[in-house]
C-alpha cells in the first residue's frame, strides 16, 4: 500500500491527524526535502528507510515503491502542501495503476492557504473578487498559450503565483499589460508557516524590486488583487437583512 500524503505548508503540526498517522506507521518515506519540514520524520518508526527524493528521479522513486510493494511494505509519498497543486503525483499514481499497486492520497494545507494565514487575508471578498486564479508566470516549464499571464490578469481577480519568485520583471510586466494597475496592492510570502516566514507587501508595479531588496527567490508565493487593500462589501451570510436555510432575516 502507498499512501500520498500532503505535509502542509511547513509548520510541523499542520499535518493532517490521518497523514501524521500513516507516517507514524509507514515502512518506507519518500519525502520532497527540497520543501518538506524534515520535523515532520520524527514521528516516523525507528526502523522506517526514509528517502529524499530532492536528488532522485520519478524512476528511482517508483524503484524504492516496487521493492517496499514486493516485501509486502507500506510506503507514505510524502508532498509538501496539498499533493494537488504542482505535486507531480499524477505521473506516480498512473506508474501505480500500471503496475495494479494499491493507493490513496491524503490532502494537506496547501501553501496558497498557509500564505493567507499569513496575510490574515481573505483571497475572496464580496465586491472585490469572487475567483482565486492559481498559476505560475512561464520558466523551464511551459504555460499553456490560454493561461499566459497576461490573460489570466484580464481578470482583476485575486492572484496567486507559485514558482515564480526567480521570474518576478517580466511577471509584473506582464500583469500590469493585462488589466492590473500599477498600484494594485501585492504581496511576497516568504516560507508561509514555518518558522522563518517572511511577508513583504509591496504593489504589483514593485514585485520585482521587492524581491531582489530582500533576496527572495524561492519558496515563497506571490499574491496580487485587491483583496490586500482596505475596500469591500460584507457578506450576505452574515447580513440581518438576508434569509437563508438556517436563519430569517430580522429586519
Ligand atoms: N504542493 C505545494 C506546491 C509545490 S510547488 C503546495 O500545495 O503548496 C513548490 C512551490 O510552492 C514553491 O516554489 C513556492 O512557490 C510554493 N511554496 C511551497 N511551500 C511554500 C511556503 N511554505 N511558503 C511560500 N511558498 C511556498
Not at 180 to 203: G, L, M, N, Q
Request: aromatic share 6%.
Amino acid at each position: 500500500m502507498i499512501h500520498f500524503v500532503g505535509a502542509g505548508s511547513g509548520a510541523e503540526d499542520l499535518i493532517t491527524l490521518r497523514g501524521a498517522k500513516h507516517l507514524a506507521q509507514a515502512d518506507v518515506v519518500i519525502y520532497a526535502g527540497s520543501l518538506v519540514n524534515p520535523a515532520l520524520l520524527k514521528n516516523c518508526r525507528p526502523d522506517c528507510e526514509i528517502h529524499d527524493s530532492a536528488s532522485m528521479t520519478l524512476e528511482e522513486v517508483l524503484a524504492v515503491m516496487d521493492r517496499a510493494e514486493s516485501q509486502g511494505k507500506t510506503t507514505v509519498r510524502l508532498h509538501t502542501g496539498d499533493p494537488s497543486i504542482y505535486g507531480a503525483i499524477r505521473e506516480q499514481m498512473d506508474a501505480l495503476d500500471a503496475r495494479g499497486y494499491s493507493y490513496d492520497v491524503t490532502p494537506g494545507v496547501s501553501s496558497f492557504c498557509g500564505a493567507a494565514a499569513a496575510l490574515k487575508a481573505e483571497y475572496t471578498l464580496p465586491n472585490v473578487s469572487q475567483t482565486v486564479i492559481i498559476t505560475r508566470a512561464e520558466g523551464r516549464t511551459p504555460v499553456p498559450e490560454g493561461e499566459q499571464l497576461r490573460k489570466l490578469a484580464s481578470h482583476g481577480s485575486t492572484m496567486v503565483l507559485f514558482l515564480s519568485s526567480s521570474l518576478l520583471e517580466k511577471a509584473q510586466q506582464e500583469l500590469m499589460e493585462g488589466g492590473y494597475s500599477p498600484d494594485t496592492p501585492a504581496a511576497i510570502v516568504y516560507k508561509a508557516t514555518w518558522p522563518d516566514e517572511k511577508v513583504f507587501r509591496c504593489t504589483v508595479s514593485t514585485l520585482a524590486e521587492t524581491a531582489r531588496a530582500n533576496q527572495v527567490t524561492k519558496t515563497a508565493l506571490i499574491t496580487v488583487g485587491g483583496f490586500l487593500g482596505s475596500d469591500y462589501d460584507r457578506s450576505l451570510l452574515y447580513d440581518p437583512g438576508f434569509s437563508h436555510g438556517c436563519r430569517e432575516a430580522s429586519r
